[in-house]
């Protein structure tokens, strides 16, 4: 490519020499020939580089010649790790002189694709007078993808994305690696479908059989290059997502997520209290239409419910309902109640409305400061929980 000036100043004085090699004919004197990622302005020389990226915009030239007579001209090739060659000259000089020479580049485009040694070779008069050495390098490949998580249902079809920083065209490859399922009784697989193209691709994921859950850790592969990240894909069991989906969808205020997180812990909870609710230790066991009135049909997994249900799954919920492990929504007057009861200590559990008795005699009443009112206008808590108490302690007490 020509650029827009291809610039030759005479100077008086020349800077220190930097001859390479000594020229042809004792008439010119090569000096200061080196190349530079700067675009050099006037007889200054720019900062020598030797090596180059397919990041660098232009490789710039830069030399003197002594000696020159009127006529003389300048021409230099950029020779290819492979024997090929760029020629750029500059048109003959009108008084004899020291001159040097500017104005000349390779663009990414011309230099990129050709990673190696390259040469750039100066002539007077089709004679040659020396060259420099400089290095293109090879680009490294980079494959990424993203996001680096996601939850999803086995009902789900979620999309990962791959970019490789080069132009070629790929079809990315896939590898799973298991990494836990608690407390579910059928593991889940994931499967890929992947797309192709150059840059970014897309490739959707699902996961199956249906109902059944895993967390994984997601890879893909390039040939020989491997992403240099991963994603985390967790697949809840579906049953947790229907119940907390049936249970608080909309029973809480929007934007209550912790509520519904609430619930999910007090059901997981069960796990280490087998004593009391017949030693179960799967979601699939502990979530029935015996204990939980509010299961839903879906088979997906909606927003938030399934990022909730994810994070229970994983306990990385950060929710703590103090070894709760039953729930209920009171009505109005039960609140009144259960708030009388927590402002006078008494150790006699309140009669309200929907409690599940959970522990009998022995439960006790916990009302979560942070689970937001009731979607119902009834100005009672979504939820209050309930756990096993020591005849000592009070019917009701606060959390945060």
């Known amino acids: 490519m020509r650029p827009q000036t291809n610039l030759i100043f005479q100077i008086a004085i020349m800077v220190a020499a930097l001859s390479l090699l000594a020229p042809h004919a004792g008439a010119w004197t090569l000096q200061n020939l080196e190349v530079s990622k700067v675009k050099p302005t006037g007889c200054t020389p720019p900062t020598i580089a030797g090596t180059f990226s397919p990041t660098d915009s232009y490789i710039y030239e830069y030399f003197v010649v002594q000696g020159m007579k009127k006529?003389?001209?300048v021409s230099i090739r950029w020779i290819t790790p492979s024997s090929g060659y760029y020629p750029q000259s500059w048109g003959g000089v009108t008084a004899a002189g020291n001159y040097c020479f500017i104005g000349w580049y390779l663009t990414t485009a011309q230099f990129s694709p050709y990673p190696g040694g390259w040469w750039l070779e100066v002539y007077v008069n089709n004679q040659y007078q020396g060259h420099t050495p400089f290095t293109v390098?090879?680009?490294?490949t980079v494959l990424t993808q993203s996001p680096s998580q996601f939850n999803m249902s086995t009902g789900d079809s979620k999309t990962l994305t791959t970019n490789l920083n080069t132009s070629s065209t790929y079809q990315p490859a896939?590898?799973?690696?298991?990494?836990?399922?608690?407390?579910?009784?059928?593991q889940t697989a994931l499967s890929f479908s992947p797309g192709a193209g150059s840059g970014s691709v897309n490739t959707t994921?699902?996961?199956?059989?249906?109902?059944?859950?895993?967390?994984?850790?997601?890879?893909?592969?390039?040939?020989?290059?491997?992403?240099?990240?991963?994603?985390?894909?967790?697949?809840?069991?579906?049953i947790l997502v229907q119940m907390l989906y049936g249970e608080a969808h909309g029973q809480v205020a929007i934007g209550d997520n912790v509520s519904q997180l609430a619930i999910g812990v007090a059901t997981r909870n069960r796990f280490a209290q087998p004593g009391s609710f017949s030693g179960v230790t799967t979601y699939q066991a502990a979530i029935t239409s015996k204990q939980f009135a509010g299961i839903s049909t879906i088979t997906y997994g909606p927003s938030p419910d399934i990022n909730n249900a994810a994070g229970v799954f994983t306990s990385t919920d950060g929710v703590s309902v103090g070894d709760a492990a039953c729930f209920f929504s009171p009505n109005s007057s039960g609140w009144t109640s259960i708030q009388a009861a927590l402002n006078s200590k008494t150790l006699t559990i309140p009669s309200v409305t929907y409690d599940?008795?959970?522990?009998?005699?022995?439960?006790?009443?916990?009302v979560k400061k942070s689970v937001g009112n009731n979607a119902n206008g009834s100005g009672a808590p979504a939820f209050i929980f309930e756990r096993k108490r020591a005849t000592t302690e009070p019917a009701v007490i606060q959390i945060p």
Do not use: H
């Open 71 to 73: 006529g003389d001209q």
């Open 137 to 140: 390098i090879q680009p490294q």
């Open 174 to 186: 896939f590898s799973s690696s298991f990494l836990s399922n608690p407390n579910s009784n059928c």
């Open 205 to 238: 994921v699902k996961a199956g059989p249906s109902g059944c859950s895993g967390v994984f850790r997601v890879s893909s592969k390039v040939g020989s290059t491997t992403s240099s990240g991963n994603t985390q894909v967790v697949v809840p069991p579906q």
């Open 356 to 366: 599940p008795l959970c522990y009998g005699t022995s439960r006790q009443f916990v």
